[in-house]
């Protein structure tokens, strides 16, 4: 099993931003993550948020092994020409360390930041399902024209490519049937949450479940598209479950121990942000990154070493 952090992109960067990504990278955490929004919710929205990409490129130039990547891009706001040839500079500076999270979007935050109307859920799932076999095209061909009923390219240029053959991964947000055939099809790891539905009001035992139904939809998806599901990774990202696994290491391991009997392959913990849904006790957040794979039977075996 992996273990990664999520930074949220809210401080300035010689304001405790770059020192956030040194800071995961000698904590030994396989993966950073950022979110891709323009702006996010309360108490996020009216304070600082900076570009994912921007923010990325940055931690790359500061960081030697971490892996770093976006948890998730969507197409609220992307077009995948542009955002191929952010990717493929990306990946360029990072020396191939960068890991695409992309998911359909959703209805707040960012959804209207362009001026158009909120897309409704089939008419996002629609854009994504043309959105994510496009951006495969674009990090993969050095040359692509498409036609597509909400996307063109015009003989978009890509030259060299990504650093990471054929291209960077894909690790595709996905809970609906469309959308786990997207991961199936073209990811190379599956991103959950767990069900919405059971944040506030659920168990976790409830929760756990859930994501038992998921991954065995996961499963039935890979199988209709010829595909061996044990080859796609799958990543939890903690912090929308009942669950508290921040609480203590013991939670964590406890937390950690029960969700790889369902599979996952790697567990996402948000860096703690104080007086937000994200709050947590610092001190156990580093004993989570450097001490929680050992308790899981793991003994010797680090994130990194797993890269």
Same mark, same amino acid.
């Given at each position: 099993?992996?273990?990664?952090?999520?930074?949220?992109?809210?401080?300035?960067?010689?304001?405790?931003?770059?020192?956030?990504?040194?800071?995961?990278?000698?904590?030994?955490?396989?993966?950073?993550?950022?979110?891709?929004?323009?702006?996010?919710?309360?108490?996020?929205?009216?304070?600082?948020?900076?570009?994912?990409?921007?923010?990325?490129?940055?931690?790359?130039?500061?960081?030697?092994?971490?892996?770093?990547?976006?948890?998730?891009?969507?197409?609220?706001?992307?077009?995948?020409?542009?955002?191929?040839?952010?990717?493929?500079?990306?990946?360029?500076?990072?020396?191939?360390?960068?890991?695409?999270?992309?998911?359909?979007?959703?209805?707040?935050?960012?959804?209207?930041?362009?001026?158009?109307?909120?897309?409704?859920?089939?008419?996002?799932?629609?854009?994504?399902?043309?959105?994510?076999?496009?951006?495969?095209?674009?990090?993969?061909?050095?040359?692509?024209?498409?036609?597509?009923?909400?996307?063109?390219?015009?003989?978009?240029?890509?030259?060299?490519?990504?650093?990471?053959?054929?291209?960077?991964?894909?690790?595709?947000?996905?809970?609906?049937?469309?959308?786990?055939?997207?991961?199936? $099809?073209?990811?190379?790891?599956?991103?959950?949450?767990?069900?919405?539905?059971?944040?506030?009001?659920?168990?976790?035992?409830?929760?756990?479940?859930?994501? $038992?139904?998921?991954?065995?939809?996961?499963?039935?998806?890979?199988?209709?598209?010829?595909?061996?599901?044990?080859?796609?990774?799958?990543?939890?990202?903690?912090?929308?479950?009942?669950?508290?696994?921040?609480?203590?290491?013991?939670?964590?391991?406890?937390?950690?121990?029960?969700? $790889?009997?369902?599979?996952?392959?790697?567990?996402?913990?948000?860096?703690?942000?104080?007086?937000?849904?994200?709050?947590?006790?610092?001190?156990?957040?580093?004993?989570?990154?450097?001490?929680?794979?050992?308790?899981?039977?793991?003994?010797?075996?680090?994130?990194?070493?797993?890269?």
């Amino acid at each position: 099993m992996r273990l990664s952090t999520v930074i949220l992109p809210i401080r300035r960067w010689h304001e405790g931003g770059r020192e956030a990504w040194l800071r995961a990278e000698r904590l030994g955490f396989h993966t950073a993550y950022s979110y891709d929004h323009l702006s996010w919710r309360e108490p996020f929205r009216d304070g600082p948020w900076f570009g994912a990409i921007p923010t990325l490129t940055a931690a790359a130039t500061a960081t030697e092994r971490l892996r770093l990547g976006t948890l998730v891009t969507s197409p609220n706001f992307r077009h995948p020409v542009t955002l191929a040839k952010e990717l493929i500079s990306l990946d360029d500076v990072s020396g191939g360390r960068v890991t695409l999270g992309i998911g359909a979007g959703g209805n707040g935050f960012d959804a209207t930041a362009l001026g158009q109307e909120a897309w409704t859920p089939r008419e996002r799932a629609d854009r994504f399902a043309e959105f994510v076999p496009l951006l495969d095209r674009l990090l993969t061909e050095a040359s692509v024209s498409h036609r597509g009923a909400f996307y063109s390219a015009d003989e978009a240029r890509n030259v060299p490519g990504c650093v990471q053959r054929p291209r960077l991964p894909f690790a595709v947000a996905a809970t609906g049937p469309r959308g786990m055939r997207l991961a199936a $099809r073209h990811g190379q790891a599956w991103v959950t949450t767990g069900d919405p539905k059971l944040f506030e009001a659920g168990t976790p035992e409830q929760s756990w479940e859930a994501l $038992r139904g998921q991954v065995a939809r996961l499963g039935e998806a890979c199988a209709a598209e010829g595909r061996d599901a044990g080859k796609l990774e799958r990543v939890l990202l903690t912090g929308f479950t009942p669950d508290r696994p921040l609480e203590s290491l013991d939670a964590f391991v406890d937390f950690a121990g029960r969700h $790889r009997e369902l599979g996952f392959t790697e567990i996402v913990v948000h860096a703690p942000i104080a007086d937000t849904m994200f709050a947590a006790d610092e001190a156990v957040y580093e004993r989570i990154a450097t001490e929680a794979l050992a308790q899981l039977g793991d003994p010797g075996l680090t994130n990194r070493s797993r890269a």
